[in-house]
C-alpha cells in the first residue's frame, strides 16, 4: 500500500523558513509528477508547487522566488523550501505523487503557520 508522510511543518515567525518533507512508502515505484498542495482554514485545497522525474518545476505565483521544490530519486522523497514566510502561507500542506491518468496519492498533512 502506497503512503506518502509528510514532516517538518510548524509555527514560524513572519519571514522565517521551514522545509517540508515526504517520503513515500509501500512502494519502489517513481511517479511522474510529486508535488504540493496546500488548504488554508475556510479555502479550497490549492497547488503550490510540483516536480517531474526529470526535474521539471512548477510554483503558483504567490510563492515564486520563496519556495523551492526538489526530489530525491533514490530515496523517493519531495522536499519544498520555504523561505520569506508570509501569514497568508499559514495552511495544511499536503504531499502529492502522481501518475497522470493511472494513480494520484496524498499524505495527511502538515499544519504550517506563520505568525507576523
Known amino acids: 500500500q502506497v503512503q506518502l508522510v509528510e514532516s517538518g511543518g510548524g509555527l514560524v515567525q513572519s519571514g522565517g523558513s521551514l522545509r517540508l518533507s515526504c517520503v513515500v512508502s509501500?512502494?519502489?515505484?517513481?511517479?511522474?509528477?510529486m508535488g504540493w498542495y496546500r488548504q488554508a482554514l475556510g479555502n479550497q485545497r490549492e497547488f503550490v508547487s510540483s516536480?517531474?522525474?526529470?526535474?521539471?518545476?512548477t510554483y503558483v505565483d504567490s510563492v515564486k522566488g520563496r519556495f523551492t521544490i526538489s526530489r530525491d530519486m533514490v530515496k523517493n522523497t519531495v522536499s519544498l523550501q520555504m523561505n520569506g514566510l508570509k501569514p497568508l502561507d499559514t495552511a495544511v500542506y499536503y504531499c502529492?505523487?502522481?501518475?497522470?491518468?493511472?494513480?494520484?496519492?496524498w499524505g495527511q498533512g502538515t499544519q504550517v503557520t506563520v505568525f507576523s
Open positions: 502529492y505523487a502522481e501518475q497522470p491518468g493511472l494513480a494520484q496519492h
Open positions: 516536480i517531474t522525474d526529470n526535474g521539471i518545476t
Open positions: 509501500g512502494t519502489s515505484f517513481r511517479f511522474d509528477v
